[in-house]
Structure formats: C-alpha cells, structure tokens
C-alpha cells in the first residue's frame, strides 16, 4: 500500500498562485504514475493532470492547460501541481492518487490522499 499526504491549499484570490505538494510513502515500487484530481460540492471527482515516475510524460484536463503544471521529485518521492492564474471555478479539494498504469480514470487509481482545499475567490 501507498500512502499519500497532500498540502499547499488555502485561499486565494482570482489570478493567484499555489502550489500543492504529495508526498508519497510506503510501496512506492508499485506506483507507475500519479494523478491530481479534484471534486467540488455537488459535483463528480474529476482529473485534473498526472505524470509518470519514469518518463514524465504528462496529460492535462482542458481546463488546466496553459495554467497549471504537474512535476515530480523522484528522490523524494513527491508530486507537485503548480496552479497559475486561479480561477474561481478551480475552487475544489484536490487530492492526489497513484496508479499502475498511465491513466485519467479515477477507478484505476488505488490510493489515495485525504485532499486539500483549494477556494479561489473572485
């Protein structure tokens, strides 16, 4: 099993920056990829972005491109999602997943962290 621990979320106004954090612990070894995730009151968990340990090849919901970057710290076992130009509808928890496989399918992720709240205020 993995364990996840996310942070970096708070209040923000529209057009700010943070910057969440994921670090990873346990059986890491089994972990292929990590993904960014979110689910705002009333509305399904959607993807957000994920990235390979490997490669770092990277994908991206619509919505977040241009403003939002996933990265990774091997050494450290860490995920970061670098989030620009925050709009008022990126208000969400964000939580961080891991998978076997390169994927935006929240089903085929098998652990997960407890999230964090991101609210962007307009």
């Known amino acids: 099993q993995v364990q996840l621990v996310e942070s970096g979320g708070g209040l923000v106004q529209a057009g700010g920056s943070l910057r969440l954090s994921c670090a990873a612990s346990g059986r890491t070894a089994s972990s292929y990829a990590m993904g960014w995730f979110r689910q705002a009151p009333g509305k399904e968990r959607e993807f957000v972005a994920h990235?390979?340990?490997?490669?770092?090849?990277?994908r991206y919901r619509d919505s977040v491109k241009g403003r939002f970057t996933i990265s990774r710290d091997n050494a450290k076992n860490t995920v970061y999602l670098q989030m620009n130009s925050l709009k008022p509808e990126d208000t969400a928890v964000y939580y961080c997943?891991?998978?076997?496989?390169?994927?935006?399918?929240?089903?085929?992720?098998?652990?997960w962290g407890q999230g964090t709240q991101v609210t962007v205020s307009s």
């Open positions: 990235i390979t340990w490997s490669g770092g090849s990277t």
């Open positions: 997943a891991t998978s076997g496989v390169e994927t935006s399918n929240p089903k085929m992720y098998n652990s």
